[in-house]
Structure formats: structure tokens, C-alpha cells
């Protein structure tokens, strides 16, 4: 059965539009343009932190985030950038009686406002920065295995991305859900991966709690 169900954030719960626009703005680069080559970094396969490479070779990203933050221009989100579907789909989750949890790759500082927007919402919210561990790394699913209170088999693991939620969820012995939206899984979605590694593929993460219904009532 699936007792637990864990989030990505980035492009799962959040739609990163404002952010990437924001960072086009610092870099002083046309939106189209930056968006333009975010896509054509992450169709060759490449980190998408190339594309700060590409405008601005040596660019920190640490470092640019800090200088941000001193100018009053820190990256920031909030409910209006949340993917319309959310409330819904983990009211509906947690109706049904399963243990909710957000976890990514995200700075303490983003960590701060998820915990404003989602604390009464879900039973834990974790960070890489919280635990010295990003994805792909199996170290980061081992942090969410230690914290979850269900067996690994148990756990369902939902992104945006074969290659940074996916394949190292499933490799780390979770169920996996694969949300069809953002540029990664828009890029992805086709290949013979994106269509059998995946427990679920879902457009909307309103289809998760009766799929996850209909998955538990067969395992009985």
C-alpha cells in the first residue's frame, strides 16, 4: 500500500515562471531569451544551472543569491505561484487518511516559505539544505526514508523530472508519480522512461488520490 506521499517542489507545487524571469532580470537578459535557452539546456541533458554559464561564465549561483538578498531582491514565491491544483489534491490526500510531506532541492530561505505556506498542510517539509544532500544524490532519499513513518515500498515520490525525482526515488525503492508540467517533464514525457519507470503519470496532481485508491485496493 501507499501510506506516505512526498512532494517535489520546483515545478510540482510551484510554477518557477516568476523565479526564472527574476534571474533573467538580474542577468539583464531578454525573459524570451533566457527561457529560450533554459529549454535548449535541458533538452541536451545538461544541469540547468548551464544556463547561468552560458550568459555569464563563473557565474555562483550561491553567491548571486547572496548579492540578491542584500539588495532586497531575494528569490522569493508565495501562494499565488502555487499550480492551481495543490490545495485540492492535498486536501484530497489527506482526507483520505495518508501522511503528507514536501521535500527538494531548495535553500534554507525557501525552506522558511514553504513552511509558511504548506505547515498546517502537510507533516514535514525538508530541504537539501536541511540535509546536506541534493538530488539525484541516493543520500537525499535516504534522508526521506529516515524521516517518513512508512517502509520505503510505502512511500510515493512525486516530480517533475525523470532524471532528478524518478529514477533515483525508484532506484531508492519508492512508488513514483510523474506530474506531466514544467519544462523538464514537457521535454521528457515521450521518452520510453518518462512512459514505464514511473508508478503513475499524471497531468493534474488532483488524479493522485483515486489513483493511489485505486493502486492500494488492488494490492489488498
Same mark, same amino acid.
Request: charge should be negative; proline fraction near 5%; include cysteine.
Given at each position: 500500500?501507499?501510506?506516505?506521499?512526498?512532494?517535489?517542489?520546483?515545478?510540482?507545487?510551484?510554477? !518557477?515562471?516568476?523565479?526564472?524571469? @527574476?534571474?533573467?532580470?538580474?542577468?539583464?537578459?531578454?525573459?524570451?531569451?533566457?527561457?529560450?535557452?533554459?529549454?535548449?539546456?535541458?533538452?541536451?541533458?545538461?544541469?540547468?544551472?548551464?544556463?547561468?554559464?552560458?550568459?555569464?561564465?563563473?557565474?555562483?549561483?550561491?553567491?548571486?543569491?547572496?548579492?540578491?538578498?542584500?539588495?532586497?531582491?531575494?528569490?522569493?514565491?508565495?501562494?499565488?505561484?502555487?499550480?492551481?491544483?495543490?490545495?485540492? =489534491?492535498?486536501?484530497?490526500?489527506?482526507?483520505?487518511?495518508?501522511?503528507?510531506?514536501? =521535500?527538494?532541492?531548495?535553500?534554507?530561505?525557501?525552506?522558511?516559505?514553504?513552511?509558511?505556506?504548506?505547515? @498546517?498542510?502537510?507533516?514535514?517539509?525538508?530541504?537539501?539544505?536541511?540535509?546536506?544532500?541534493?538530488?539525484?544524490?541516493?543520500?537525499?532519499?535516504?534522508?526521506?526514508?529516515?524521516?517518513?513513518?512508512?517502509?520505503?515500498? !510505502?512511500?510515493?515520490?512525486?516530480? &517533475?523530472?525523470?532524471?532528478?525525482?524518478?529514477?533515483?526515488?525508484?532506484?531508492?525503492?519508492?512508488?513514483?508519480?510523474?506530474?506531466?508540467?514544467?519544462?523538464?517533464?514537457?521535454?521528457?514525457?515521450?521518452?520510453?522512461?518518462?512512459?514505464?519507470?514511473?508508478?503513475?503519470?499524471? &497531468? @493534474?496532481?488532483?488524479?493522485?488520490?483515486?489513483?493511489?485508491?485505486?493502486?492500494?485496493?488492488?494490492?489488498?
Amino acid at each position: 500500500m501507499i501510506r506516505a506521499v512526498i512532494f517535489d517542489v520546483g515545478e510540482c507545487l510551484v510554477d !518557477e515562471t516568476t523565479e526564472y524571469s @527574476s534571474w533573467a532580470d538580474w542577468l539583464g537578459v531578454p525573459r524570451h531569451t533566457f527561457h529560450a535557452m533554459f529549454g535548449a539546456v535541458i533538452a541536451q541533458g545538461r544541469d540547468y544551472r548551464d544556463v547561468f554559464q552560458e550568459f555569464r561564465p563563473g557565474f555562483d549561483l550561491y553567491e548571486e543569491r547572496e548579492k540578491r538578498a542584500g539588495v532586497g531582491k531575494a528569490e522569493t514565491f508565495g501562494e499565488a505561484d502555487l499550480y492551481p491544483d495543490v490545495r485540492d =489534491a492535498l486536501a484530497a490526500l489527506r482526507a483520505d487518511g495518508l501522511w503528507l510531506g514536501i =521535500a527538494g532541492n531548495q535553500t534554507v530561505r525557501a525552506g522558511k516559505i514553504l513552511r509558511e505556506l504548506f505547515s @498546517s498542510a502537510v507533516d514535514l517539509i525538508g530541504t537539501s539544505d536541511d540535509w546536506g544532500a541534493s538530488k539525484p544524490d541516493p543520500g537525499f532519499f535516504d534522508q526521506v526514508a529516515e524521516v517518513v513513518p512508512a517502509a520505503r515500498g !510505502e512511500m510515493l515520490y512525486v516530480g &517533475d523530472r525523470i532524471d532528478n525525482d524518478i529514477r533515483p526515488a525508484a532506484a531508492a525503492g519508492m512508488q513514483t508519480a510523474l506530474v506531466h508540467r514544467g519544462p523538464w517533464a514537457t521535454i521528457q514525457w515521450n521518452t520510453e522512461e518518462a512512459q514505464k519507470l514511473p508508478t503513475f503519470r499524471v &497531468d @493534474s496532481l488532483t488524479e493522485l488520490a483515486p489513483r493511489i485508491r485505486q493502486f492500494n485496493g488492488r494490492e489488498h
